[in-house]
């Protein structure tokens, strides 16, 4: 299947490890030019080398803390016409209503929240003017999950749900497409330490953690590759009708609720 996405330009948050890697992979295949943003200036270059020899594709790198001031205007410098914006940055701080303190809850948010608004509200003038466009944001099945643990989190990806309907269900009238995916738990770093951590709690012994994989559809947490493949299609003009809606990829954990 063509996906039409042969040299356009993509820019992802957050693209130095997890997701933001493998969707880099992932587009890159497809043939897109890559800029590349996160704090980590060594894996964004490994990364862009690592594109640039097996796909042939351009891959600039921004290393950059989007929390910083003016962040979002050396962006837009760096990458402000993308054909395709991807927020994948940020991971707000687990734990219930006193293990987040204001601070921490403030900071995860400036990043995840407020960094997805803030990046929009930039891109969205750029795209509108070509009419053309589409911004994903990769947001997060707590948001559909409310989580006394996660209270933060489950807060402020529910904004971002919220959020991404409210834009998307309007944004097609200027040529643009805005799309949320919400993926469960994902074979990354970050999974393994969270599981980890929640194997020493209920089991003593952070070595454990597989057994908590039981739990998950299928024994398992989801491939990367599974996710950035969904985010490629929603890319794509082979998905040129939706808009303002959220996809989860979480294995049907999101489904399996009951009343029962």
């Known amino acids: 299947m ?32 890559l800029r590349l ?3 980590s200036e060594s894996k964004l270059e490994g990364i862009a080398r690592r594109v640039r ?11 950059l803390d989007i929390t910083a001031p003016a962040a979002v205007e050396k962006i837009m410098a760096f990458a402000g016409d993308a054909d395709v914006l991807i927020n994948n940055a940020g991971s707000i701080p687990g734990g219930n209503l006193w293990d987040v303190d204001e601070q921490l809850w403030r900071s995860g948010w400036e990043l995840k929240v407020f960094g997805y608004i803030n990046l929009i509200r930039a891109m969205y003038p750029v795209m509108k003017a070509r009419r053309a466009g589409v911004i994903l944001n990769n947001i997060g099945n707590g948001g559909e999950n409310f989580d006394f643990n996660y209270i933060a989190g489950s807060t402020g990806n529910a904004a971002l749900m919220a959020f991404t309907r409210a834009l998307g269900g309007k944004s097609l009238e200027d040529g643009i ?41 299928l024994g398992r947490a989801a491939h990367v590759q599974e996710v950035a493949d969904l985010f490629v299609f929603l890319a794509s003009s082979r998905s040129g009708y ?19």
């Open 242 to 260: 939706t808009s303002g809606t959220i996809i989860t990829v979480d294995g049907g954990i999101t489904s399996k609720r009951s009343v029962t």
């Open 37 to 39: 943003v996160a704090r």
């Open 177 to 217: 497409r805005v799309v949320g995916v919400n993926p469960g738990p994902v074979a990354t770093e970050r999974i393994i330490k969270i599981l980890k951590a929640r194997a020493r709690q209920s089991l003593g012994d952070e070595a454990r953690f597989v057994e908590l994989l039981k739990s998950y559809p």
């Open 2 to 33: 063509d996906l039409q996405l042969q040299g356009k330009s993509v820019l992802i948050t957050g693209a130095s490890q997890g997701i933001g890697e493998g969707l880099a992979l992932a587009f890159a295949q497809e043939g897109s030019h």
């Open 53 to 63: 020899s097996e796909h042939g594709v351009s891959a600039e790198i921004l290393p």
